[in-house]
């Protein structure tokens, strides 16, 4: 009996064991399904196609798109990398499995087309597309084949923006300028403007400031989204900056001019606005340079008395 009882102990360990294991696993990565496996049929030429449209935005959707001319040149994939399958690059993982939800940034239950069209109309600059067009189902049929094992309502960790620890004192662009000097200058260029690829019509390294790049409205102008982002994929290929150096380039970044869009609707309640969103009115009475650059960690505290 007692054999039989150690032999039982020692499964239930081992089982024990695996689960954590595969826990581990499973909270550690996130890998995109193989292009290869994408079916040889209707839907599946339809996934592609929105793999297309991510990929290479600018040749279907930009200035002097095949489709239409409703967006400032950029690709979706500059921002959500390698198509939006790349870890902690702002993938798409979470994107199907995640709407429709509430956002409190319009106060509203949005869809996942609403959530694509903001990107359009905020990252890219540009105007939506229509909900029932068949580049807006090409997208969304790419994003749901992506998180076809994404359980819903789950986001898998890597997706998203990585977030920082707030600073304890405000982002410095002065600091940020040298750090983009040394560091950025050789993909995106002393002035910003970003290079194209072979094409001459995709960007391989987006502008990320000026006519073309993205506006005031989009989430990226966010200093904790940007300098998130940045500390995850940035220098690209070889992220190595430090979390301050992040935060500060990210801030000279965002100090640059670009396109400037008011979108009053945003944060109908305003105690939800977040505390780096720079554009007024706000919950509290700090200024707006301090809600832009930071730090952050007294506003937080302040909202957290009320």
Known sequence: MR?????????????????????????A??????????????????????????????????????????SNGMNCQNCHLEAGTKFMGNNYAAAAANFPRFRERSGTIESLEKKINDCLIRSLNGSP??????????????????????????RPPGSGIKELP????????????????????????????????????????????????????AGIFRLTKLAGYVKANMPFGNAYLSEEEAWDVAAFVNSQSRPVKVFEEDWPVLSTKPVDVAT???????????????????????????
């Open 3 to 27: 054999l039989v009882v150690m032999m039982l102990f020692i499964l239930w360990t081992v089982s024990v064991i695996v689960m954590h294991v595969a826990c581990r696993n499973d909270k």
């Open 29 to 70: 990565y996130w890998t995109p399904p193989d292009t290869a496996d994408i079916p040889h049929a209707a839907a599946g030429d339809l996934i592609l196609y929105g793999r297309e449209l991510i990929a290479r935005t600018a040749v279907y959707l930009g200035p002097a798109g095949k489709v239409a001319n409703i």
């Open 129 to 154: 597309l229509d909900s029932n067009s068949r580049e807006m189902r090409a997208m969304i049929a790419y994003m749901e084949w992506l998180g076809k094992d994404v359980a819903k309502g789950y």
């Open 166 to 217: 707030y600073l304890e004192r405000a982002a410095d662009t002065l600091k940020g300028r040298m750090i983009f000097e040394r560091e950025c200058v050789q993909c995106h260029a002393r002035d910003g403007s970003g290079k194209y690829d072979s094409s001459g019509v995709n960007y391989l390294y987006p502008p990320l400031w000026g006519t073309h790049s993205y506006n005031t409205g």
């Open 280 to 306: 007024g009115p706000f919950p509290d009475t700090f200024s707006v340079m301090q809600h832009k650059y930071g730090p952050f960690g007294p506003i937080v505290q302040s909202r957290k008395k009320k």
